[in-house]
């Protein structure tokens, strides 16, 4: 593609425009949008799996509710960017067939297992409070259709960090045993958490371009440190331990310094090596064989309406 339309584009890009769907853009920008939107919508739907796992144990009828919502609302989100990522050119079909051949990523944070109540709490709390860190950058996203997507999505976030954040501070003001499966949820999501925003900064391969195109708004470590900022006072308000022992307050930098990640766990986790990478893939497999007959109903619906306009 010439270089003058190329220049041009970034001349867009700096003045602050928005990129719509029919506007001229490199290859590159096309294939990184897709590659980021998608796996973004594949972590929303996988994303239902570890919480839809407790909708028949919920303990009362109102954290039933709130967390079918919650469930709901991920769906939601899924369709918001799958929808955005076609507008690329890529049809959701060939998107969900690269996750369902392990071609695609989705978010390392799923291929956790919940074995207890509190996980739903930790979910909400720390996981929903990630993507919300990750998420609102994502609103002046260049993009126009990604950014009016995550408009809609961290709406609809907030609920879910708070009603996950007060399962947390019921059980943390509960039993013993209550506070002790509160403290053990934390000490299992803390660090899966923080390796939710991706690599550190040098080892990250498309922070520099996703950067220049005004993607990325914030480097990956920078909004890593900005969740930990932000979490640290709310696990010492809910009387909770954060399992880090190098976790320490800088008055310099005025930001908490805390301990190095386990990025080789971080490494397995997207080589499909996790907890739980088989058992999701495999639901994400059955789920789809499962709907294909709701697929064709729909196709055969929608072609007999298109029949009936133009006959
Ligand atoms: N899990 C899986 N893959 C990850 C990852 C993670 N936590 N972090 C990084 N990666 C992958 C990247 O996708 C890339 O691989 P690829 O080239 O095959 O796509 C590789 O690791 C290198 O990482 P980079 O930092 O270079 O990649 P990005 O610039 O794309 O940054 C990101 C990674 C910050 C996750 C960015 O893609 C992003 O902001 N994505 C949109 C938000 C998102 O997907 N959030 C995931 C959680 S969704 C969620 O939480 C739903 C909520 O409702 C609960």
């Known amino acids: 593609e010439d270089a003058e339309r190329a220049a041009h584009f970034q001349a ?26 998608s796996q973004h919508a594949h972590s929303e739907i996988v994303g239902m799996l570890p919480e839809g ?76 409070g990630a993507a919300i860190m990750n998420q609102i950058p994502l609103c002046r996203c260049s993009y126009g259709p990604y950014a009016r997507a995550m408009i809609r999505v961290c709406k609809e976030e907030s609920f879910h960090q708070r009603q996950g954040y007060e399962i947390m501070l019921t059980l ?11 403290q053990n ?26 950067t220049q195109w005004k993607i990325k708004r914030f480097s990956n470590d920078d909004l890593r440190q ?28 005025g930001h908490w310094d805390y301990g190095a990640i386990d990025w080789n766990e971080f490494k397995q986790v997207l080589s499909g ?6 058992d999701r893939i495999a639901a994400r497999r059955k789920a789809h064989e499962e709907g294909a007959w709701v697929r064709e109903a729909a196709a055969a619906y929608s072609e007999k309406q298109q029949a009936r306009r133009t006959a």
């Open 53 to 128: 796992n407790w909708i028949t144990r919920a303990p009362t009828l109102r954290r039933k509710a709130a967390l079918l919502a919650k469930v709901q609302d991920e769906c939601g989100h899924g369709l918001y960017l799958y929808a955005a990522a076609e507008t690329l050119g890529s049809s959701r079909e060939e998107l969900v067939d690269l996750m369902l051949s392990g071609k695609a990523k989705y978010s390392s944070i799923f291929n956790y297992p919940t074995p207890t109540w509190a996980d739903i709490g930790a979910i909400g709390w720390l996981v929903d």
């Open 185 to 210: 949820a934390l000490d299992r999501w803390w660090w899966p958490c923080l390796m939710m925003f991706g690599p550190p900064d040098q080892l990250s391969q498309h922070s520099d371009q996703s």
């Open 12 to 37: 867009r890009i700096d003045a602050d425009d928005r990129i719509e769907p029919n506007d001229w853009m490199p290859a590159a920008y096309r294939k990184t949008l897709t590659r980021q939107i």
């Open 226 to 253: 900005k969740f930990i900022d932000a979490t640290v006072p709310q696990a010492h308000y809910l009387g909770l331990t954060i399992p880090d022992a190098d976790l320490k307050w800088n008055e310099a930098s």
């Open 172 to 182: 943390a003001r509960g039993t013993e045993e209550q506070k002790a499966m509160a």
């Open 273 to 278: 090596n996790g907890p739980c990478n088989r």
